[in-house]
């Protein structure tokens, strides 16, 4: 079983900048690919960002391309999301979440993770 806790959201100005971070038990996680997914108010859970398991490998979101960056310590058992130049529309709940061990599917499906973080919000006032 893996256990996923976000913390780093909060309120910012557009333009500034929010570090979210997803500490994970279990001792599986440096064995699962890791995502990041955002739910804004009325609208569907949608793929923000992922990182394989070795960390070489990375995917994104058309419209966060050069403004986030996904990374992760297997040392610390966490992943990281940091967001850049963000935008009123970037205002969502963020969730991290991890594929099971050696997955080889999809990493923009929301179905191919198994376990899901509580959330953090991140709200971006313009």
């Known amino acids: 079983q893996v256990q996923l806790v976000e913390s780093g959201g909060g309120l910012v100005q557009a333009g500034g900048s929010l570090k979210l971070s997803c500490a994970a038990s279990?001792?599986?996680?440096?064995?699962?690919?890791m995502g990041w997914f955002r739910q804004g108010p009325g609208e569907e859970r949608t793929f923000v960002a992922a990182i394989n398991r070795y960390g070489d490998s990375t995917y994104y979101l058309d419209s966060v391309k050069g403004r986030f960056t996904i990374s992760r310590d297997n040392a610390k058992n966490t992943v990281y999301l940091q967001l850049n130049s963000l935008k009123p529309e970037d205002t969502a709940v963020y969730y991290c979440a991890a594929t099971i061990a050696y997955y080889s599917g999809s990493s923009y499906s929301a179905n191919g993770y198994r376990y899901w973080g509580q959330g953090t919000q991140v709200t971006v006032s313009s």
């Open positions: 279990g001792r599986t996680f440096s064995s699962s690919a």
